[in-house]
């Protein structure tokens, strides 16, 4: 697995733009080939669900989370799944698609952690989201919930970046947040010159992963600007802020929830939803942690 390298020495940095830091950074967060091969192989019309099922379990440690993840609670399936073809008949190819997408992005990046982050917590975070956003999507009853997952699982993901190659900055910025009391990406646009999200969205485009996921993740922090996936946007925005609040242990209400009035239009869902929601994401949040995140929290 590559390793960042940060050079926190220099003082003579020159500015960046959230294209030029994935273009410095692409050596350093390419995504596994076994998933390169597998977006491939479904991308193209002459493949089969063998094609498929082959490129998984060419790698052991995927196929053993994939089925754990399918066979755990989270799923609910009635019978047992104990092979890829069987997932893939019982999801589709898409929502195997996203659960490797998601079970890939957290292996490539489970390694990193400086003075300035923990990648345990970062996920924790992600994973979070990612349950949540599954949850609302099933309540507002979109019965695609996999995206939402991976969606929200990655919601964040431009931190990686701006917590590695820019550390110094990404503490100042969330400083300035604090001090102004506004929003870590107002904070993040005033120091860096974009935002997490931005970057992010960035990051997918140069991954070449489909084009509802960047835009979620460009647009849940202003999901107004939303355009062919603005369902699946407003879920995320509420699934992040329901994620921030929880985990700083702040009560659910009108006055502590900060949603954007048009997320409750769209997904007809509304803040009495949220404590049940919460209460279930509650209850899952640690069994999903433990079978993707196979490190420690305090490796």
Same mark, same amino acid.
């Given at each position: 697995?590559?390793?960042? %390298?940060?050079?926190?020495?220099?003082?003579?940095?020159?500015?960046?733009?959230?294209?030029?830091?994935? $273009?410095?950074?692409? @050596? /350093? %967060?390419?995504?596994?080939?076994? =998933?390169?091969?597998?977006?491939?192989? !479904?991308?193209?019309?002459?493949?089969?669900?063998?094609?498929?099922?082959?490129?998984?379990?060419?790698? *052991?440690?995927?196929?053993?989370? #994939?089925?754990?993840?399918?066979?755990?609670?989270?799923?609910?399936? !009635?019978?047992?799944?104990?092979?890829?073809?069987?997932?893939?008949?019982?999801? +589709?190819?898409?929502?195997?698609?996203?659960?490797?997408?998601?079970?890939?992005?957290?292996d490539s990046f489970s390694g990193f952690s400086n003075d300035y982050f923990n990648i345990? &917590?970062?996920?924790?975070? +992600?994973? =979070?989201?990612?349950?949540? +956003?599954?949850?609302?999507?099933? =309540?507002?009853?979109?019965?695609?919930?996999?995206?939402?997952?991976?969606?929200? #699982? /990655?919601?964040?993901?431009?931190?990686? #970046?701006? =917590?590695?190659?820019?550390?110094?900055?990404? /503490?100042?910025?969330?400083?300035?947040?604090?001090? $102004?009391?506004?929003?870590?990406?107002?904070?993040?646009?005033?120091?860096?010159?974009?935002?997490?999200?931005?970057?992010?969205?960035?990051?997918?485009?140069?991954? @070449?992963?489909?084009?509802?996921?960047?835009?979620?993740?460009?647009?849940?922090?202003?999901?107004e600007k939303a355009g062919d996936f603005q369902l699946e946007t407003a879920i995320i925005?509420?699934?992040?802020?329901?994620?921030?609040?929880?985990?700083?242990? !702040? *009560?659910?209400?009108? &006055?502590?929830?900060?949603?954007?009035?048009?997320?409750?239009?769209?997904? +007809?869902?509304?803040?009495?939803?949220?404590? $049940?929601?919460?209460?279930?994401?509650d209850e899952q949040v640690s069994m999903v942690m433990s079978l993707l995140f196979t490190?420690?929290?305090?490796?």
């Amino acid at each position: 697995m590559s390793i960042f %390298i940060i050079n926190t020495n220099s003082k003579e940095e020159t500015m960046h733009t959230a294209q030029s830091l994935v $273009k410095e950074s692409v @050596e /350093l %967060i390419s995504l596994p080939d076994v =998933y390169i091969r597998l977006r491939d192989v !479904i991308a193209s019309p002459d493949s089969s669900m063998a094609d498929v099922a082959g490129v998984i379990a060419s790698d *052991p440690s995927i196929t053993a989370r #994939l089925l754990k993840l399918v066979n755990s609670s989270f799923f609910g399936l !009635i019978s047992k799944v104990d092979t890829i073809t069987h997932a893939i008949n019982l999801l +589709g190819t898409r929502q195997v698609h996203d659960l490797v997408l998601a079970t890939s992005v957290i292996d490539s990046f489970s390694g990193f952690s400086n003075d300035y982050f923990n990648i345990y &917590d970062f996920w924790f975070n +992600g994973v =979070y989201c990612a349950v949540t +956003g599954r949850l609302l999507a099933y =309540y507002c009853k979109n019965l695609e919930t996999e995206r939402p997952f991976v969606a929200g #699982l /990655l919601h964040n993901i431009g931190h990686l #970046l701006t =917590y590695q190659k820019m550390p110094e900055e990404s /503490l100042s910025a969330i400083e300035l947040a604090a001090q $102004k009391n506004i929003s870590l990406y107002m904070a993040e646009r005033e120091v860096f010159g974009f935002d997490y999200a931005q970057l992010g969205a960035e990051l997918m485009r140069e991954w @070449e992963l489909p084009k509802s996921l960047q835009e979620i993740t460009e647009f849940h922090i202003e999901p107004e600007k939303a355009g062919d996936f603005q369902l699946e946007t407003a879920i995320i925005h509420i699934a992040s802020a329901l994620t921030q609040n929880s985990l700083a242990q !702040i *009560p659910i209400s009108p &006055d502590t929830l900060v949603i954007n009035p048009m997320c409750w239009k769209i997904t +007809g869902l509304s803040v009495d939803d949220m404590p $049940k929601i919460k209460q279930e994401v509650d209850e899952q949040v640690s069994m999903v942690m433990s079978l993707l995140f196979t490190r420690k929290k305090n490796a």
